[in-house]
């Protein structure tokens, strides 16, 4: 075994990790004088430098970029407030549950506040290429990559894999990814190109505030055959992945004061879905990430994947405490 460290050593480790940053000499002579380890953890996670800390590892999750990617790879000169959300989000210790509705669905549940109209960054963070000629497709693969970060970053599900076809391991059809994928087709808002708004720069680019746009459902929502967006296939409801769905909730049931109807809050529906207490996947699939990120890999070491070709929990037991 190792020896155990002395303060200086420990103090640096243990900075490092929460903070990123190097413990600085008033830091190393406080501790050296009372040797409190507790009191340091206390004092490093409640420090703004460990929320800008564990925001990297999450907006890591959330694919966040200051551009749009691609070979034109355009700059998107408003992205920095989603991040900047996240920091302010884990710097208040917004408890998880609203910490991820927000992002889904934050300027249904708050239409009067700017600040969760910018929460939903986190559904437009993936790569885009505005300048293509067909918009339908441009929309068709935003939608898709949104809808494979879902299952993937809060599901723990390779969902993506069955845009083409059924899932050829997990238990996850092509339907239902079309299902998952129509709880996001309630707005119009991806027809609508990147672009600065003057006259509400303080706010939000046009990019988050898309959300607050139409909510009239501008055709049906539907499967797509072998993922090909000039090829449509049968009409389908919005809905959740039923292998996720032990507890048979409805997408037309809520118990938000903010949803109104099922067309135009399909998004609060599955934020509250994958926020329920007993939900088998979402509170393991993001506790499994913190201890990830603290301990160098997660109780399952595939964070992405918790299917059948992901690894099983080392501690189990642990996992269902946490």
Same mark, same amino acid.
């Given at each position: 075994p190792a020896p155990s460290a002395n303060a200086v050593t420990l103090l640096r480790r243990v900075t490092f990790d929460l903070t990123g940053l190097p413990a600085t000499p008033a830091e190393i002579a406080a501790f050296e004088r009372t040797g409190d380890y507790e009191a340091v953890v206390d004092r490093l996670l409640a420090s703004r430098a460990y929320a800008e800390r564990w925001a990297q590892h999450w907006l890591d999750v959330a694919r966040y970029a200051d551009s749009d990617g691609y070979e034109h790879d355009i700059a998107r000169p408003e992205a920095w407030r989603y991040r900047d959300?996240?920091?302010?989000?884990?710097?208040?210790?917004?408890?998880?549950?609203?910490?991820?509705?927000?992002? /889904? +669905?934050?300027?249904?549940?708050?239409?009067?506040?700017?600040?969760?109209?910018?929460?939903?960054?986190?559904l437009l963070c993936g790569p885009d290429m505005p300048d293509l000629n067909r918009q339908d497709e441009r929309r068709s693969m935003v939608l898709n990559e949104m809808t494979g970060t879902v299952g993937s970053a809060l599901l723990?599900?390779?969902?993506? *894999? +069955?845009? *083409? !076809?059924?899932?050829?391991?997990?238990?996850?059809?092509? +339907?239902?990814?079309?299902? /998952?994928?129509? *709880?996001?087709?309630? @707005?119009?808002? /991806? @027809?609508q190109a990147r672009k600065e708004d003057d006259s509400e720069k303080d706010v939000t680019s046009e990019t988050w505030r898309v959300f607050r746009a139409s909510k009239k459902v501008a055709e049906p929502s539907r499967l797509w055959v072998r993922g090909d967006f000039t090829r449509p296939g049968p009409t389908l409801d919005a809905g959740f992945p039923r292998v996720a769905d032990l507890m048979n909730i409805s997408l037309t049931s809520s118990t938000s004061a903010a949803t109104k109807n099922v067309d135009e809050n399909r998004r609060t529906r599955l934020a509250e879905w994958l926020t329920v207490p007993e939900h088998p996947l979402t509170a393991r699939v993001f506790v499994n990430r913190v201890w990830q990120e603290h301990f160098g890999h997660g /109780?399952?070491?595939? @964070?992405?994947?918790?299917?059948?070709?992901?690894? @099983?929990?080392? !501690?189990?037991?642990l996992l269902d405490w946490l």
């Open positions: 959300w996240v920091i302010d989000a884990l710097d208040r210790d917004l408890p998880v549950d609203e910490f991820l509705r927000l992002q /889904l +669905a934050g300027d249904e549940l708050r239409p009067d506040d700017p600040q969760a109209a910018v929460a939903t960054g986190f723990g599900l390779q969902v993506g *894999c +069955a845009q *083409c !076809h059924d899932h050829k391991f997990e238990p996850i059809s092509q +339907a239902d990814f079309y299902r /998952l994928r129509a *709880c996001f087709e309630t @707005s119009d808002f /991806l @027809s /109780l399952v070491r595939t @964070s992405n994947d918790f299917g059948y070709l992901g690894d @099983s929990p080392t !501690h189990p037991e």
